[in-house]
């Protein structure tokens, strides 16, 4: 009869032990979307959008100044055109209150640089949107937002080698919250990728034409 008992005693120990070998759920919700999730969505636009990036500071800029909206709760989000076109949310951590990028994000940058230089997508101009959860006031939240943004587009343009012409940044701080009935929720964090329009291409003169033109001179210059 005592080793039933004995049983019974090692057996919550073992089952402790074992359930703290799994991996934390945060660490797992941390992965966030596939590179090939990315580009899926990323790729999807229909129609390209005539949104400018100073313009966008601008008008977040004036509706803080003002004072609109001045509760967060269910606040509108300050653009709303943003969630029309293509976009992915992306957790990157940074140290608290500050622009500075934690070491476990790089390889959440890591997928974000393979989708952008998957072949889908080379063709398109893409904006990092940044965002803060609703605490402390609103005018610092948009300006870290703005440096947590520059942080990221600054990260794939040096570490990761994107072209600067296809990333372009803008904070808005706690003005396009994720989850407006939660303000300060850890989602609102979140950064976005948003698919903005085809890059603006150079002309270039087709090699043919550029043949012709230079076999006169070349004729001339054998003439003399």
């Known amino acids: 009869m005592p080793r039933p008992r004995l049983a019974r005693r090692f057996l919550p120990l073992t089952a402790g032990l074992w359930i703290a070998m799994l991996p934390a759920p945060s ?3 941390q992965e966030g979307p596939t590179m ?3 580009v899926g969505v990323l790729a999807g636009l229909e129609a390209p959008s005539d949104l400018e990036v100073p313009a966008l500071r601008q008008q977040v800029t004036d509706r803080i100044k ?3 909206d001045a509760i967060a ?18 957790d990157i951590q940074f140290n608290p209150d500050t622009p500075v990028i934690r070491p476990e994000s790089y390889r959440t940058l890591g997928r974000i640089a393979d989708a952008l ?11 990092i949107v940044g965002r803060v959860e609703a605490n402390g ?6 300006a870290l937002s703005q440096r947590r943004a520059e942080a990221i587009r600054d990260a794939l343009l040096m570490t990761f080698k994107i072209s600067s012409k296809r990333v372009l940044a803008v904070g808005l701080g706690e003005e396009q919250l994720q989850d407006a009935n939660n303000p300060k929720a850890a989602v609102n964090q979140q950064a976005q990728i948003v698919t903005l329009r ?27």
Request: hydrophobic letters at 40%; glycine letters at 2%; proline letters at 10%.
């Open 36 to 38: 090939e999730a990315m």
């Open 198 to 224: 085809e890059v603006a291409q150079v002309a270039v003169k087709p090699p043919e034409a550029a043949t012709k033109s230079a076999t006169p001179r070349s004729a001339r210059k054998g003439g003399k």
């Open 73 to 90: 709760l269910k606040r509108p989000l300050v653009a709303p055109e943003l969630n029309k076109l293509p976009h992915v949310s992306v």
């Open 117 to 127: 230089t998957n072949p889908a997508l080379m063709s398109f101009t893409f904006l």
């Open 66 to 68: 003002a004072k609109a």
């Open 27 to 29: 660490a797992l919700s």
């Open 137 to 142: 006031r609103r005018e610092n939240n948009l």
